[in-house]
Every structure is written in C-alpha cells, then in structure tokens.
C-alpha cells in the first residue's frame, strides 16, 4: 500500500468492511467523521475526493475524538456535504440495550468491556446494531483484536501501537522460585559455592534482563527504565531460593514483562551457579505479583490466581 502505512490502515478499517486500499467504499470510521461534524456524502462525492484525503478521514475517525478539523479534509468532494443533525457518541459507561439484545446470548459484552474499547470500536457496534449478521462479523473481530492486541484484524504479529497513551509512572513486580536441596541452600548462604556468591551474581543478572527486556521478548517497547531491584530469600529448611523482582518505569506502557524476564533470568542463573551441585535443581512459579500505573490502575494477583 503505497499511499498508507499497514498500521494505520488496519487502525482506519475493519477486515468485515472488506473495503480496498483506495477505500472505493465509505469505511465506518469516515462514518464516525461524518455523523459526529452532522455531514452526510454520498458515494460518488466520497469517490470523488483524492485517496490521499479519503485516508485522512478515515484516520480522523480512528481517533480518541473527532476533531472540527477533520471536515477540511471533505471540501473537495463534489457534491459537498449535506448538513444533518449530528449524532452523538455512544455512551461509554454502559452497553446500549439495543446492542446487547442484538448481540445475543451467544456474544456477551459487560460495561466493563465496553469502556475499555475504542471510541471507534463502540461507534462500529452502535452503527451495526441493525443488521444482526454484520454486527456480529464487527464484535468477533473487535474482540479478538482486544483479547489479542499483538495481532491486527488480518491476524498479523505487529507491535501494539501506544503513541495515544499517557505517559505515568508504572511499576511491577514477579517472583520466581528455584527449589534444590537444603545442603545446597546452606552453601549459597555461606559463600562456598564453587561459582562464587550466587546471589550477587544473580541479582545483577536480573536486573541486567529488565533492561533488555525488549531484545529478547520480540512485541515488547523499550521503556524508560527508572528502578530495577532482585530480592532473594534463602530457605534452607525448604531447600528453595525465592526471587521477587521490582522494575519500575515512567512511561506509555507497563513493566510487566521486564519484571518477568528480570525474575526468570535471575532464577536461571542460580541454577547455572549450582548445577555443579544439584543437576536437577528446577525453577518454578515464575508470576506476576502486582502492577500498578496505566489505564487499569493498581492491580494485585487474586488470591484464587495464586501458584502457591
């Protein structure tokens, strides 16, 4: 596609629309330009406009909110707009009724859900509500792409595009576990490994990881790493080593996965300090204990959740 990135086409339009690159057809995004200015094109003025221009509506409409701007972009159609009354947004605390009886009991979507989607994505649902077949063609793909942000509507791996989000401070923290024999522990703690002092090694591992986070796990962003710290608790009687990582950050998206890498890394080192010792030590409840910053707040494991 010459005239467009791939990222911001699968943003500006939906594989049910099956609507070609030049966007011959009216893409409900337009739409959601035109009902929020109270403009209403037809098909041949649509056509009418430069594919370059019909992208920028299009675009427009993929926003958090559409912009009075936008409807600079119309003036070459000809014939120019007529003006209706616009339309307003859906509301974004809770489902309209009309879509959830639509829907039906097969596809279920909560208020919770609903919040959490795009403008546009509520606009899409809100406007396919009459036709029972396309809107629910537009809430399996639009569910899929928010359970599965890494892929876009045509299914392809991509790296989840988080320019739009606020830059907060975000932190997280994970544990893993390494399990050996008490002997074994016991020597860590003293010092007499053959390797050298396993927990210092291991600790500057982990935190190492955190910052690489991005060159190992390929959908990650880099992030502007502010914090990064390993504990390890020694449990001889248990003949286990308990990892807890902390990574924190200032920035668009989380920590999440630093955090992991950091915890898996460090446990992996360990085992590489005292292989010599226990070939069949093993790692183990490698999770995610808490995060907090972004959208979803401060969220902490459910007890239910717990590996323990």
């Known amino acids: 596609m010459a005239h467009v990135k791939t990222h911001e086409a699968h943003e500006a339009r939906y594989r049910f629309e099956a609507i070609d690159d030049d966007l011959s057809l009216i893409p409900l995004s337009a739409r959601r330009v035109l009902d929020t200015l109270g403009q209403k094109l037809s098909l041949g003025a649509w056509r009418s406009l430069a594919v370059e221009d019909r992208w920028q509506v299009a675009r427009a409409g993929a926003q958090e909110s559409v912009a009075a701007p936008a409807a600079a972009f119309l003036l070459g159609a000809t014939p120019p707009p007529e003006k209706i009354e616009p339309v307003a947004e859906p509301d974004r605390t809770s489902v309209p009724r009309e879509i959830i009886e639509a829907l039906g009991p097969s596809r ?3 208020d919770t859900r609903w919040s959490s989607l795009r403008p546009l994505d509520r606009y899409v ?3 396919c509500s009459q036709s029972p077949d ?4 537009a809430y399996d793909e639009i569910m899929t ?4 942000p890494h892929l876009t509507p045509a299914g392809e791996a991509h790296m989840v595009d988080v320019s739009a989000k606020d830059v907060t401070r975000r932190r997280a923290v994970a544990t893993a576990r390494v399990c050996t024999s008490p002997g074994v522990v016991r020597a860590i703690a003293a010092g007499t490994m053959g390797k050298g ?3 210092a090694v291991a600790r500057v591992a982990g935190i190492l990881a955190a910052k690489r986070t991005p060159e190992l796990v390929p959908l990650c962003h880099p992030v502007q790493t502010t914090s990064a710290s390993i504990d390890i608790d020694l449990d001889a009687p248990g003949g286990e080593l308990r990892i807890r990582a902390a990574v924190e950050a200032v920035d668009r998206t989380g920590v999440e996965m630093e955090a992991m890498v950091a915890a898996s890394i460090s446990a992996l080192t360990v085992y590489d300090m005292i292989k010599s010792a226990d070939r069949w030590a093993s790692i183990g409840l490698v999770q995610l204990e808490e995060k907090s910053g972004g959208k979803s707040g401060n969220v902490q494991r459910p007890p239910t959740r717990s590996g323990r």
């Open 125 to 127: 649902l809100a406007k």
């Open 108 to 110: 279920r979507l909560d």
């Open 145 to 148: 792409t928010q359970t599965l």
């Open 197 to 199: 002092d396993v927990v």
């Open 134 to 137: 396309r809107l629910a063609a």
